[in-house]
């Protein structure tokens, strides 16, 4: 793969087909070095390059209605997927489920193609010079073709091993065109761009986003090991705040303002990011903020802050509208008073039961922050250690009486560590003392250590997330094979099943993507019209992330996955398909 072909996971679908047609008709081999062990000669398909995909060329009277059109697939005679996705590229799916992801570049009167695989030493090039493992069909019709590159991408065409002189323009993997480009704004040079991101690796944080960095740079090496992005390395400054608001704002500034960074990538710690966004930090300084985890809802109403996860507040509406469906009609949450995802959560699960209910409220919710006796919507400090009082006073609340039906849904929402002591305390309710709904628990507590610590007292209880984790029918798909083997190569102990970590990953795959469609001429202004037209499916999110100017709701749903801890955790079971937020972008406050 060459430094202009952005696609390094060959699963971030970035080039934009747009009004494309070729000069000749062409046949572009559906199956890219799927067999990652085949060997490949020059001019020669290797054994795994089953099937053909035929696009017919300008000159031939045809035109991209031979393509399936953005969102649909074409199936063909063998059984063979073609997906166009709205960036452009074709994902090619064979029937054994392997799928590998198109690349076609060139534009009208072209004759040059790239075909990129998942790897660059494993893509083909057709209508390019001599690329690694690389097959090539010659061009017509065309004059005043560049060089192409020998990692697997051609601007035009050019004389090589098995291919003719081609015409064309800006035939790179990157549909924003000349990866050519020097000192283009902050933090760019012409061979690298410099970001900033603050994360939690210490603090009460440390349980679930203490991996983010390993996400992190698992795509970046990725990246960078492929050519980086237009030819530009990346490099990342970290910043530890703990997870403190304050602190976290004040890292922030010092990378927009001191360390003149780019753009914040993915910034896991959200509380500073919070606090940043409500302070106008990253409007005023005009500075894209990409990829963050959705926990606060100020990442989906700032201009600059484009998420990847399902908010708080989505996943919340998504579980008590579950539990409803389920019969659940007398709720009770205990959450996490310290912090602001706690207070989003818990207000929009109350709005969910009042909207569902005819107007009922959880008991205690007029008075939010607290948790005084026979509430049923309880604050708790987190990390405190024991929390005896406000399980028995759950526990008195939920209780049925001559007038209020006993409960049938409780919701935790902590972070992990403040679950695990409130689960440890005698008497904490389980799973199956709620009748319809059971135990329900948002995404920070989607992590193999809470599981293991939690052990048989979470048997059963049901959390959820946007994303697809490694699990059953998700664990072989192949985007989260990547995912999963990127970040092993970078940390052989890290939590694959950690979904902030994953969802790092995949803030990443959305810079890299947005910054490869804007080419050479790098700018923060031309990052964020990008941004704002992107569509990403990766197979990570469990479905496509679309993105415009005023709307950027990454994922508006969520999945249930229910913890098996019956003989000590074993892992968990999808329990739930993928369920739309009924209130979209309501109750952010």
């Avoid at 008991?363 to 005084?372: F, I, M, R, W, Y």
């Avoid at 939690?454 to 697809?468: F, H, L, S």
Wanted: glycine share 16%; with cysteine.
């Amino acid at each position: 793969m060459s430094s202009s072909q952005v696609n390094p996971g060959g699963f971030n679908l970035a080039s934009g087909l747009s009004g494309f047609a070729i000069g000749a008709a062409a046949t572009v081999l559906a199956f890219v070095a799927i067999n990652p062990n085949a060997t490949s000669v020059p001019g020669a398909a290797t054994a795994a390059d089953t099937g053909t995909f035929t696009i017919p060329g300008l000159g031939g009277g045809g035109s991209t209605a031979a393509l399936p059109q953005v969102g649909q697939t074409k199936t063909l005679a063998d059984g063979t997927k073609v997906t166009r996705l709205s960036s452009g590229q074709l994902q090619v799916t064979d029937t054994a489920g392997r799928t590998r992801t198109v690349t076609i570049a060139g534009s009208s009167g072209s004759a040059a193609t790239t075909v990129g695989g998942s790897a660059g030493t494993q893509s083909k090039t057709v209508g390019g010079s001599a690329g690694t493992e690389g097959q090539t069909i010659a061009g017509s019709e065309g004059s005043e073709g560049a060089a192409g590159s020998a990692a697997g991408s051609t601007e035009g065409g050019a004389a090589g091993s098995g291919s003719a002189s081609g015409s064309g323009t800006q035939g790179a993997g990157a549909p924003g065109g000349n990866c050519s480009g020097g000192t283009t704004d902050t933090g760019v040079t012409a061979s690298s761009i410099k970001l900033g991101a603050t994360i939690a690796e210490s603090g009460i944080a440390k349980s679930f986003l203490g991996e983010a960095r390993q996400g992190m740079e698992a795509y970046k090496n990725r990246v960078n090991s492929q050519g980086g992005v237009c030819g530009r390395t990346l490099t990342i400054k970290y910043a530890d705040d703990g997870w403190d608001p304050k602190v976290g704002k004040d890292n922030l500034e010092n990378l927009i303002n001191e360390e003149k960074v780019f753009a914040i990538a993915v910034s896991p710690s959200s509380e500073g990011v919070n606090a940043a966004s409500n302070a106008g930090v990253f409007r005023n300084a005009k500075v894209p903020v990409v990829g963050t985890n959705g926990l606060e809802a100020s990442q989906y109403k700032d201009p600059y802050i484009w998420p990847v996860a399902a908010a708080t507040v989505t996943m919340l509406h998504v579980m008590m509208a579950k539990a409803w469906a389920d019969g659940a009609r007398n709720p009770a949450i205990v959450y996490d008073g310290q912090y602001r995802f706690g207070h989003e959560g818990a207000n929009a699960l109350e709005k969910a039961y009042e909207r569902l209910s005819g107007g009922k409220k959880i008991k205690g919710s007029d008075v939010p922050g607290s948790c005084g006796s026979g509430v049923r919507y309880c604050s708790v400090q987190a990390g405190i250690g024991q929390y005896g009082n406000q399980v028995s006073i759950i526990n008195n609340a939920c209780k049925a009486t001559s007038d209020t039906p006993a409960c049938d849904y409780l919701v935790l929402l902590m972070e992990p560590d403040t679950a695990e002591q409130w689960m440890a305390t005698p008497g904490a309710p389980t799973a199956t003392q709620f009748s319809k709904g059971g135990l329900g628990a948002a995404q920070p507590l989607f992590t193999y250590g809470f599981g293991t610590t939690c052990g048989e007292k979470c048997n059963q209880m049901q959390v959820w997330t946007g994303y697809n984790p490694p699990l059953e029918q998700f664990a072989t798909t192949a985007g989260v094979k990547q995912y999963v083997n990127d970040l092993k190569g970078q940390n052989s102990s890290a939590d694959v099943y950690n979904q902030f970590t994953e969802g790092s990953y995949l803030g990443m795959q959305l810079l890299v993507d947005a910054m490869g469609r804007v080419g050479g001429n790098l700018t923060r202004a031309a990052l964020v019209a990008a941004l704002d037209a992107t569509s990403l499916d990766t197979g990570l999110s469990a479905t496509t992330a679309s993105y415009s100017a005023g709307q950027h709701w990454a994922i508006g749903g969520a999945q249930g996955f229910t913890m098996q801890s019956q003989n000590g955790f074993s892992g968990w079971r999808a329990s739930t398909p993928y369920m739309k937020d009924p209130w979209l972008g309501q109750d952010f406050g």
